[in-house]
């Protein structure tokens, strides 16, 4: 990789940027000052420092965020807030994408990532990955829903949804709930729940697979997954 390629792709600048670095003697290369923006550096094994400070090299990026209400899952946008709107220019220069979405007014766990096989894997209709909600509920929940979520419901399209396990946190008016589904049809937790007559006043997603949202984070606010966090998604099996 050519090394104004990499410190670009790293947030150090345009490229036309970069080169004015390398051309102002402040980048060496494993201990040796580089002009050459042509000059190819093997990201692995070398090592880069600019002004005294080693250079991180990293391909991807994982981000876990508690996506706020009123912004949308979408890289971008020409009317509303994004999600990557929320991020850090420094992490922004590596291109994350949303792992699959969630509605606008609806919070919590978001994963956003540019790794593509990664976010194949989680989203692919192929798999049946668990993704769990915590809702509150403007009608009582009762048994019956539960065998009929875990029957399958009927959408308002036609389409019948896989199993699902529904679980009662807090009966009465309003109800509370969680809802664990394998499967990402639009709209589908509050759809599921107007086939049985009832509204979804509140839906926060509480987990994707075996990713847990950080409880700690505020709305709006995002991190890097934790190496083990990490190895759970990438080690992760799922049903064929």
Known sequence: MRIDKMLSNLGYGSRKEVKLLLKNGVVQLNGNIVKDAKQHVNPEEDTVVINGEPVEYKEFIYLMMNKPPGVISAT????????????EMEDVVFSP???????KDTEGLLLL?????????????????PKTYFAVIDREVTEG???SFKEGVMLDDGYETKPAHLKIIKSGL???????????????VKRMFEAVG????????????????????QL????????EELQLLVNYEVEA
């Open 220 to 227: 709006g606010e995002y991190r890097e997954l934790t190496d």
């Open 97 to 103: 994408f949303p792992v699959g979405r969630l509605d």
């Open 76 to 87: 971008e946008d020409s009317q509303h807030e994004t999600v990557i709107d929320i991020l």
């Open 113 to 129: 990532t540019n790794d593509g096989q990664l976010s194949h894997r989680l989203l692919s209709p192929k798999k049946h990955v």
């Open 198 to 217: 009832k509204n979804v006043i509140y839906l926060k997603r509480l987990s994707m697979g075996p990713l847990l949202l950080d409880e700690s984070l």
């Open 145 to 147: 829903d539960i065998v």
């Open 174 to 188: 309003p109800s509370e709930i969680e809802l664990t589904i394998t499967e990402g049809k639009f709209h589908q």
